[in-house]
């Protein structure tokens, strides 16, 4: 649609210019402010330049939560991705199954994330839990408590659970706005089921999937409430996180120097991303 | 694609020659029952969506099944279903004021939330739709970018903004806490049904004499009132869910109940029941407002705008 050019426009936005700087400027101002300064207590701060930057850039522990976080979203965007658009094509077109499909499969999106990680703590216990009960009753040795594999095989499979519905979700729109010519005319040239996943469903579904393994990768990266309940991060360091870790050097350990300049590098690579996703996004929509 | 369009051209043009007769129809129902038996999905498709729904409500059932039990029966016997069910759990929840409050907490600031975020995204909203103009993609790429804003890294300065401002363990912090990511939503979902709308009827509007006010709210709003309630329906939803923010911000007044829930487990010895039985509770509000907008929310995706 082609705009006009009017600056009285600004008006209509400021409001919401305001509200977002309020809450997103100014904290992220108090980050800057202790990400370049020392304490020594009493509330009395001095000049450390870009020492706190150096810290966290060769401190082990960061590059390994990185390392972690990196790990996990790939295997999560490997399983929920293609097992997303495998469950969406595979969705009743119409009747009353579509609406019960949409409400059950949407209700895990629904719940409070720490009652996400309630529902797997408890359901993964060996003792009162179906599936940590089943998997010891059928022979396996398994505990997420103690052991880092069973841990990442639980924290991998809540995750799976909680958010792949939204890939389904995100690819049956695509899929429904196809319209039926397309199958007629497949059906008389008799293509393949494949050729037309190949040639009409994925092309169609190529927007929204993009935003799929766009927001599955920016959650995945800043997860924090699901694993921190389940497994507290443990055993161990194996299953803290970037956010989990951060939020233990800043509230935990009160060490507010390095938790802030290590809050700006997160922010950072996220915005990065981001950019990279919008300039994406935009060439995307001019091209049609 | 350019594929594509060829064989759609293909089939129209072989429609089109078909005979009418009685003889050819046959023959061409018989080839196309033969195509969809090789093209078309088998017809075990069913069992994929069966068995998802199934893995998606195991821990569903098994959270529900034990908050019908008391805290004897869950740690001393395992079983499938309650053997002597007890609605206890959940009569400790109604009647005990430090249980039930969290969940008016939540309710009322999550609204809070949603209205103030619908409220000053309309506008801007319409802006970005209609007008173009002094860095506004700037304007719009930085606010997406909040969206994306983990919150783990504003979890330390929001406490220390609010404490400044006297607002911590109030609805309303935790209501303007939870815009930094909402109202960038907002924004993006009502731009993209905005821009839906063509706009001659708002030139039409402005001709016949409506002020932009009267015009917005009797001739626009009617016209976007799915795209509002998508809106408000992803504002409810990430605002309801979000714990990490909420339970900084918050002591006892205003506390959700979600974080009442994680600070019983750690303290009180372990309740299972009267845990189960919250978290079946803070569920139920997400499962109504999702049957309420279930038609909306394949739309709403649609846009690709979530």
């Known amino acids: 649609m082609d705009r006009t050019w009017n600056n009285k426009a600004w008006f209509m936005v400021l409001p919401v210019l305001l509200l977002v700087a309020f809450s997103a400027v100014i904290p992220l101002m108090t980050v800057v402010n202790y990400s370049v300064q020392d304490t020594f207590g009493n509330n009395v701060f001095f000049w450390a330049g870009s020492e706190w930057f150096e810290e966290i850039l060769h401190s082990d522990r960061f590059w390994e939560a990185m390392g972690r976080n990196l790990v996990f979203s790939a295997v ?64 396996f040795d398994y505990n997420y408590v103690n052991d880092p594999f069973d841990a990442w095989v639980t924290v991998i499979v809540m995750d799976v659970w909680h958010w792949t519905s939204l890939v389904v979700l ?58 921190f309940v389940v497994t507290g991060g443990g055993p161990g360091n194996t299953t803290t996180f970037l956010s989990i870790d951060l939020v ?7 060490n507010l120097g390095e938790a802030a300049a290590m809050s700006i590098v997160y922010f950072l690579i996220i915005m990065l991303l981001s950019w990279v996703f919008y300039t994406v996004m935009t060439a995307y929509d001019a091209e049609r | 694609m350019a594929r594509l369009e060829e064989t759609t051209a293909d089939g129209r043009t072989m429609m089109r020659q078909t005979p009418a007769t009685a003889e050819a129809q046959t023959a061409n129902a018989t080839l196309a029952r033969k195509m969809r038996r090789r093209g078309e999905e088998s017809r075990l498709w069913w069992l994929v969506p069966t068995i998802y729904i199934i893995f998606l ?54 609204v ?9 995204a309309l506008p801007a909203a319409y802006a970005f739709s209609r007008y173009r103009f002094l860095g506004d993609k700037h304007l719009f790429f930085w606010l997406l970018t909040n969206r994306m804003a983990p919150p783990a890294v504003f979890a330390l300065p929001f406490f220390q903004l609010y404490s400044a401002f006297g607002l911590i363990d109030t609805h309303i912090a935790v209501a303007l ?18 821009s839906g709308v063509p706009k001659e009827i708002d030139e039409t509007a402005y001709i016949d ?42 002591t006892t007044a205003a506390k959700p109940i979600a974080a009442i829930m994680t600070r019983t487990v750690s303290a009180s010895g372990l309740d299972w029941g009267v845990l189960a039985a919250a978290g079946v509770l803070t569920i139920l509000p997400g499962a109504l407002v999702i049957w309420f907008v279930r038609n909306y929310i394949a739309k709403g995706f649609a846009l690709g705008r979530v």
């Open chain 1, 76 to 139: 999560i965007l490997v399983i929920e991705i293609p097992l997303g658009i495998f469950i969406a094509l595979n969705m009743p077109k119409k009747g009353w199954g579509v609406p019960v499909c949409l409400v059950l499969m949407a209700l895990p999106l629904l719940i409070p994330w720490n009652v996400v990680g309630t529902i797997w703590q408890v359901f993964g216990r060996v003792d009162i839990g179906l599936l940590g009960y089943s998997l010891r009753s059928l022979g």
């Open chain 1, 170 to 227: 995100l690819c049956y729109a695509g899929l429904v706005s196809i319209p039926d010519a397309y199958y007629q005319a497949a059906k008389i040239d008799g293509a393949s089921r494949w050729a037309i996943f190949r040639y009409i469903q994925l092309p169609k579904m190529n927007r929204v999937l993009l935003i799929a393994v766009l927001l599955r990768f920016m959650d995945s990266f800043m997860i924090y409430t699901e694993p």
């Open chain 1, 248 to 254: 233990k050097l800043a509230i935990g350990e009160f």
């Open chain 2, 57 to 110: 409500m195991l821990p569903i059932y098994w959270l529900v099944n034990m908050s019908f039990k008391t805290n004897q029966e869950i740690l001393g016997a395992f079983s499938l279903w309650p053997r002597n069910p007890t609605i206890a759990n959940y009569m400790v929840i109604f009647t005990d004021p430090s249980w039930y409050k969290g969940y008016i907490n939540s309710i009322i600031y999550v």
């Open chain 2, 112 to 120: 809070m939330n949603t209205v103030i975020s619908v409220a000053v």
């Open chain 2, 177 to 194: 806490a939870h815009c930094l990511f909402n109202v960038p939503l907002a924004v993006w979902i009502l731009e993209g049904f905005m």
């Open chain 2, 209 to 250: 004499g409506y002020s932009f006010p009267r015009f917005f709210l009797r001739i626009f709003m009617p016209l976007i009132a799915s795209g509002v309630g998508v809106a408000c329906f992803f504002c409810f939803m990430f605002s309801w869910v979000e714990l990490l923010i909420a339970r900084t911000l918050t």
